[in-house]
């Protein structure tokens, strides 16, 4: 689309065959779009196929597109540390999909469970295994941390090389900042009220020592409704983290704002325009 005006210049097609059982496939869904830090071209995650698309825009009249095969089915995911490395949930495969942005190739399949959901992951450097990648789980507790430093730390690379045990399943989220020792995890979609209503915090660099919980929706003191917790998003400073608290359309929602370095309850947000979409 023109980036001014949002008008369509071309349409790209995403039908195709599967990447497993070569089966073509009429409508397959698109999940994560991202923009390539090295190549003027998207990548395209198509869920259904398995098939990751790097779609170069610099001549869109004499379109290039690389199609590479990852795993069903294809959902969110984000850049490790450097932005060369794109990792992307194949959720109901159970993996992770490692595609070199820079030379536009599929690097490894990592054995994750179940049902990995990373949003765009986060990034860290672990105390013993150097830099990692973090996703939690949909179907269980684990929060996984997979080695992303194929230079410094080749032994570890594309590999699972932590697992902490988190509050349950149903996490959506996972979110830390380079000026942050925390690790936030939520849990948006457990069955328990008291699990999807608080978030875990681990720190980075005493990660054996298991985690604290917040009651963000207590601090948001909302009344009657799931007020269902979910996707942390820190300032630009790095010193506070932002929660949404998710209530029915009737009910009351809010945003809870947490100082990073105390993990104490600095501002809840209050108003009539946030209604839970």
Do not use: C
């Not at 779609?55 to 990852?70: F, M, P, S, W």
């Not at 209530?247 to 370095?261: L, P, W």
């Amino acid at each position: 689309m023109d980036g001014a005006t949002l008008e369509p210049l071309k349409v790209v097609s995403t039908r195709g065959m599967t990447v497993d059982t070569q089966e073509f496939h009429p409508e397959p869904r698109v999940a994560a779009i991202v923009a390539s830090h090295k190549h003027p071209e998207f990548i395209v995650n198509v869920k259904e196929t398995g098939q990751i698309m790097l779609v170069n825009y610099e001549d869109i009249n004499n379109l290039k597109t690389t199609t590479i095969g990852a795993a069903r089915f294809l959902h969110d995911g984000g850049w490790d540390s450097t932005k060369r490395y794109f990792m992307t949930a194949a959720n109901q495969s159970d993996k992770i999909a490692v595609v070199d942005s820079q030379d536009q190739k599929l690097t490894a399949l990592v054995d994750v469970d179940k049902i990995p959901h990373p949003g765009r992951g986060a990034n860290f450097v672990d105390p013993k295994y150097g830099p990692v990648w973090v996703t939690s789980a949909l179907g269980n507790e684990k929060v996984i941390l997979i080695g992303t430093d194929p230079v410094n730390h080749k032994e570890h690379a594309w590999k699972v090389v932590r697992v902490l045990k988190g509050q349950g399943g149903g996490s959506l989220f996972v979110k830390t900042h380079p000026k942050s020792k925390h690790l936030y995890v939520d849990t948006t979609l457990n069955p328990d009220p008291k699990i999807s209503q608080s978030v875990a915090v681990f720190d980075i660099n005493d990660l054996e020592a298991g985690y604290k919980v917040l009651p963000i929706a207590e601090w948001a003191n909302l009344g009657e409704g799931p007020k269902r917790v979910v996707q942390p998003e820190f300032n630009q400073y790095g010193d506070e983290v932002w929660f949404s608290v998710w209530n029915g359309k009737e009910q009351k929602s809010a945003i809870v704002v947490v100082d990073d370095k105390t993990l104490k309850l600095k501002k809840v947000i209050n108003d009539a325009r946030i209604i839970t979409p």
